[in-house]
């Protein structure tokens, strides 16, 4: 058993085509979503317009909610660039996003965690605003009742692997459109892949249990720092330019 999952491609059309191309290069024909597939200030209608068709096995994420449960005065301003870009038929989908799913009874989806779609699962940040890795008695706790060996995650954008004391594997496959940001909750921090590729994971069944393989993706980066650009957004043009937040 193979598949690939993806997260938090954030309208980034240009990373997700490039995504899909490497994922279809490699024979997979199986993908699972973890959410956050629109906000922010790239092409959410294009972005739109190649996942639904996939049929993936999805989930919502914090910023799919954002799009959702509030009016567009309320949106942020990740969600006000690229909501008149989403159709009725686009937002319908979002709206019957679950919260969580089990994929194949194999593996535990979720967004950011199993209680919260606003958590970081793995990680937790030191007061000069660094993203640590939690200690392992704290990730074990958030994964109390879930009894799949495979456990997947997004929202954090950082790729990594935790193994719980019994067995089980976290997956947080890292970020398809988004390899960086900064905000300023609980207190101002920053999240950085360090390069400006497109993130995602392979996932296989073997002998031995789960086996994570990350991989990177080059694609047009340029062309969506152009983009987050005109919209204003320097946080974004920094973070597809290089990886980094100015």
């Not at 999952?5 to 699972?32: F, K, P, W």
């Not at 319908?92 to 194949?104: G, H, M, N, Q, T």
């Not at 535990?108 to 209680?115: D, E, G, S």
């Amino acid at each position: 058993m193979i598949f690939a999952a993806i997260a938090d491609v954030h309208g980034n059309h240009l990373a997700l085509e490039a995504v899909l191309e490497d994922i279809r290069r490699q024979g997979i024909s199986e993908i699972v979503n973890l959410g956050d597939s629109f906000s922010g200030p790239l092409n959410a209608g294009a972005t739109a317009d190649l996942l639904l068709p996939l049929g993936a096995v999805s989930v919502r994420g914090n910023h799919d909610r954002a799009l959702i449960d509030r009016s567009f005065e309320e949106m942020g301003d990740w969600e006000q660039p690229v909501f008149p870009q989403l159709t009725t038929d686009h937002l319908d989908w979002i709206r019957a996003l679950p919260f969580s799913e089990v994929y194949r009874d194999e593996a535990y989806l979720c967004h950011a965690t199993p209680q919260d779609d606003n958590t970081y699962w793995m990680e937790t940040l030191s007061p000069d605003g660094i993203f640590h890795l939690k200690p392992l008695d704290e990730i074990e706790g958030l994964a109390n009742g879930i009894e799949q060996p495979l456990i997947l995650c997004g929202h954090s954008h950082i790729a990594r692997a935790v193994q719980l004391s019994g067995g089980r594997l976290i997956v947080n496959p890292g970020s398809v459109g988004c390899p960086g940001f900064d905000y300023d909750q609980p207190f101002y921090h920053k999240a950085q892949q360090g390069t400006p590729f497109a993130a995602y994971a392979v996932l296989e069944k073997t002998g031995r249990g789960w086996q994570p393989t990350f991989r990177q993706v080059r694609y047009d980066n340029e062309a969506a720092a152009e983009m987050a650009a005109a919209h204003g957004m320097a946080d974004w043009v920094s973070a597809l330019s290089g990886g980094w937040i100015a």
